[in-house]
């Protein structure tokens, strides 16, 4: 069965502490995607990747690190930067520009 | 700025009632457009683009330069449909997203 698969689903951290979400895709795509989503601010663009070994700020990349050293994986990590961490992070992939984008099911992320 | 608009956080409606969710959006290059879905404990699921002209679930939407309008119709509302749906701009030459603040649709029996 192909998809996106975002974990783990709900996720506690302490303040200060770094923490990395995972993102694994089986579609052979080479883009991915990490927003998050906030009520009433709609979902905003943190990094994104084109290809393997490379990736690009997308428009809130303060706090956050990523990598891309495998084609299916993009994890995300939240750092103590982070001022406001607690949100909905999404994951999406894509295989081209004429293909929307196929979205994995969220973690949400409390930090305490 | 690239900068895509939806005025309505919800719109509730009666089911059998014509839908129109806005969505206004600004870019100096050339758009492409999208509608995004998200039904209750679902994901996000892509619903139509623009450079489709297809019609997906009774819904259309219409590239509008002049007015840089992609409002999302469809004649008569189903109860189906209450989601929450999200219009995205893509921008540059990368597949990269902006999207909306979303509006939570509400049909109601």
């Known amino acids: 069965d192909g998809g996106i698969t975002q974990s783990p689903k709900y996720l506690f951290r302490k303040e200060g502490q770094n923490v990395t979400l995972s993102c694994e895709q089986n579609l052979n795509h080479d883009a991915m995607y990490w927003y998050r989503q906030d009520p009433g601010q709609g979902l905003r663009l943190i990094y994104y990747s084109q290809i393997v070994n490379d990736f690009q700020k997308g428009d809130i990349a303060e706090g956050y690190s990523v990598s891309r050293e495998k084609k299916e994986s993009f994890p995300l990590t939240v750092t103590s930067a982070q001022k406001n961490p607690t949100a909905f992070y999404l994951c999406a992939s894509s295989i081209d520009r004429a293909s929307g984008y196929t979205f994995g099911s969220g973690t949400r992320l409390t930090v305490v | 700025a690239q900068r895509v608009t939806q005025p309505e956080k919800l719109l509730s409606v009666f089911k059998g009632a014509p839908v129109e969710l806005k969505c206004n959006y600004s870019y100096s290059g050339s758009p492409e457009l999208f509608w995004y879905v998200q039904y209750s404990r679902q994901r996000l699921q892509l619903l139509l683009r623009?450079?489709s002209r297809e019609s997906i679930k009774g819904f259309t939407a219409d590239l509008n330069k002049g007015e840089t309008s992609f409002h999302l119709k469809k004649p008569f509302a189903q109860e189906e449909d209450s989601a929450m749906y999200y219009c995205a701009l893509r921008v540059g030459a990368t597949n990269k997203l902006i999207f909306g603040t979303g509006t939570l649709l509400a049909v109601q029996p």
């Open positions: 623009h450079i």
